[in-house]
């Protein structure tokens, strides 16, 4: 039987009280948003809570390998524009919008989760 997960990584009307992970094993300081009923079904029970933050743990990786791949994709579609480009000048700009391209979901999925991103 499938259960609605007790956060969410994003705040909305439901999920609207932050907390951040803590649980051993959890990357501290991962953000996620509970109900005002969290606290007394899950808050005060160090299993429950652990549980919900090992879930919070990886679903934030998920989402980080997610957004992660979609910025790499789209640094390597401005790299591969440079190619397309007729004029010395359209390439070198084109070459510096491709490497001045961020991709902080991967930088986080280092940071945080010790995952490099090809």
Not at 49 to 56: F, G, T
Not at 69 to 89: D, F, G, I
């Amino acid at each position: 039987q499938y259960h609605d997960p007790p956060f969410a990584l994003e705040k909305n009307n439901k999920f609207h009280v932050e907390r951040l992970t803590k649980t051993r094993g959890v990357p501290a300081n991962i953000p996620y948003y509970v109900t005002d009923a969290f606290v007394a079904t899950h808050a005060r029970d160090n299993y429950a809570l652990a549980r919900v933050e090992h879930l919070v743990r990886d679903e934030f990786e998920t989402q980080l390998r997610y957004q992660c791949y979609s910025q790499k994709e789209q640094k390597r579609r401005l790299q591969y524009q440079v190619r397309l480009m007729r004029t010395n000048q359209q390439r070198e700009d084109a070459r510096e919008r491709a490497q001045a391209f961020k991709t902080p979901a991967c930088d986080d999925l280092e940071e945080v989760f010790g995952l490099r991103v090809n």
